[in-house]
């Protein structure tokens, strides 16, 4: 049965069965993730050039720009998608937001110019205020409806907070970004303060899984490309094998520790569910990361830059790191038991740190570190499982 054009915007059951992300929003993450290549791409330009500094400055607060545009229009989706004509149009209109703000991000790098940046924001954020206004008209409950409206109140006043980023000297806007950041992320905890959205909890553990691989496959693609140009342009195919092999591995690891446990098992209310979400900024900032630091091993690895071997080494050891010990943090420690199991990724995550000072092999020996890790995870919980059962079975 053809679904009718127009449709109300009203919540959706938070216990709905069968919740799964859907075409547009898979496309959605596509577009986006255009705008996490061209920040590793400046990202790697500034620090061969040796703007590391000001480059991993940069970096974050672009990334962070990209992510709250994509969690934003992630948890409304859960909580509102009724996938009619409207709402897609205006899905749509967000990403030709984002394209925008993928255009700006070389400015912004650059010369410190976010205007494109900003105006990509614009667009975005237009729409999605748009939204939370029409689940408002929609909205029976009126403390719903107050919540939808302090949505788009927020969204419409941080916009406006934005413009500071513009006009502020240079040596100031991180100051207005940071202060920035902490109102843009007070609106959904002022907004949800008398109840919570209708979002679903298998449906964003989805969500974000979804954009974690999408962003690991970017980290692939990334680090491909500058694998295939060292063999191509300086043949150098004996320096960048143990790049390529130690990036992958990375790579590998990260996807299977991620999605090893089930994440949704712990989103049972907003509380959790805006730790769990403001975290993972740190899980695709350096998981992103990781892309960026192969590709400046490679280039370390075939004499286009004068950065050492241990600061190039660095670029991935440091992110892989951080991508290890988030991801215990957030939500894999809370399956893991006893120490030894406990041990086991911020052991890794130290390890991988040690593995910068490894010269060449520092990329190879942080990828078998982070495959040891993987294989003893799954040794011991196999080894768990079988005392557990043979404890069950002698009852």
């Not at 020996?365 to 069950?392: D, E, F, H, N, P």
Request: net charge neutral.
């Amino acid at each position: 049965m053809t679904q009718p054009p127009f449709l109300p915007l009203t919540a959706r059951p938070r216990d709905e069965e069968h919740r799964v992300a859907t075409p547009l929003e898979l496309f959605f993450d596509l577009c986006f993730v255009v705008a996490v290549a061209q920040a590793g791409v400046e990202l790697v330009h500034a620090v061969v050039e040796g703007h590391t500094g000001s480059g991993i400055l940069n970096y974050v607060m672009v990334f962070w720009a990209i992510w709250w545009a994509w969690m934003n229009f992630t948890w409304f989706a859960s909580a509102y998608d009724n996938d009619d004509v409207l709402y897609r149009v205006v899905a749509l209109v967000q990403i030709a937001g984002v394209l925008v703000l993928a255009a700006g991000v070389s400015s912004a790098f650059e010369t410190h110019d976010f205007l494109v940046v900003y105006i990509g924001y614009v667009v975005m954020r237009l729409a999605l205020a748009s939204q939370w206004l029409r689940a408002a008209h929609h909205a029976a409950d009126p403390v719903e409806r107050t919540l939808c409206r302090r949505y788009a109140a927020g969204v419409l006043a941080c916009q406006v907070g934005w413009i500071a980023l513009l006009i502020a000297p240079v040596e100031a806007r991180p100051w207005v970004f940071l202060v920035m950041v902490l109102a843009e992320m007070a609106v959904p905890v002022y907004a949800e303060k008398d109840q919570p959205s209708q979002w679903h909890p298998h449906h964003i553990a989805e969500r974000y899984g979804l954009f974690t691989i999408i962003v690991l496959g970017e980290t692939i693609a990334a680090a491909t490309v500058a694998v295939k140009s060292g063999v191509r342009e300086n043949d150098a195919l004996g320096e960048v094998l143990p790049i390529a092999a130690g990036g992958l591995l990375i790579v590998f690891a990260a996807w299977w520790i991620y999605f090893v446990v089930p994440a949704h098992d712990r989103l049972t209310s907003s509380r959790q569910g805006f730790l769990w979400g403001y975290s993972h900024f740190l899980i695709f900032t350096s998981a992103a990361a990781i892309g960026a630091g192969i590709e400046i091993a490679v280039e370390q690895a075939v004499g286009k830059t004068h950065l050492s071997a241990v600061a190039a080494a660095a670029a991935v050891t440091i992110p892989s790191a951080l991508f290890l010990l988030c991801v215990w943090l957030l939500h894999a420690r809370r399956f893991k038991t006893g120490f030894v199991q406990q041990a086991v990724l911020p052991v890794a995550a130290l390890a991988v740190l040690l593995c910068t000072f490894a010269g060449r092999w520092a990329v190879l020996a942080a990828g078998l570190v982070a495959a040891a890790a993987v294989a003893l995870g799954v040794a011991l919980t196999a080894s768990g499982s079988a005392a557990r059962t043979a404890a069950r079975i002698s009852s």
